[in-house]
């Protein structure tokens, strides 16, 4: 009922750039978060950077002053602007939101996830 469609990962030189995107579409009645996650290979998946359910920003010590996170509520779609890019953000990024699809009451969708790759 719920789709998450992510784009724009790949790879890129220490101190590039890249965008990604997350697009939501199906049956939403109310996105209540939504936001990006990452896991690189041997590690847990952790948050990168979210709008939560009081529509402030949260992001992961380890990004903030490089990456922000934007969105167009007309398209319900985040973004995910990354600069400055270092090799340890190589990762596969998954976009996840919390999705009302009937009332606020909300669940928890992923989308399929994104390679980013950052070369030394």
């Known amino acids: 009922q719920v789709q998450l469609v992510e784009s724009g990962g790949g790879l890129v030189q220490a101190g590039g750039s890249l965008r990604l995107s997350c697009a939501a579409s199906g049956r939403i009645f109310s996105i209540n978060a939504m936001g990006w996650y990452r896991q690189a290979p041997g590690k847990q998946r952790e948050l990168v950077a979210a709008?939560?359910?009081?529509?402030?920003?949260n992001y992961a010590d380890s990004v903030k002053g490089r990456f922000t996170i934007s969105r167009d509520n007309a398209k319900n779609t985040v973004y995910l602007q990354m600069n400055s890019l270092k090799p340890e953000d190589t990762a596969v990024y998954y976009c996840?939101?919390?999705?009302?699809?009937?009332?606020?009451?909300?669940?928890?969708?992923w989308g399929q996830g994104t390679q980013v790759t950052v070369s030394s």
């Open positions: 709008f939560t359910r009081r529509d402030t920003t």
């Open positions: 996840n939101a919390n999705i009302g699809i009937y009332s606020f009451t909300g669940y928890d969708y």
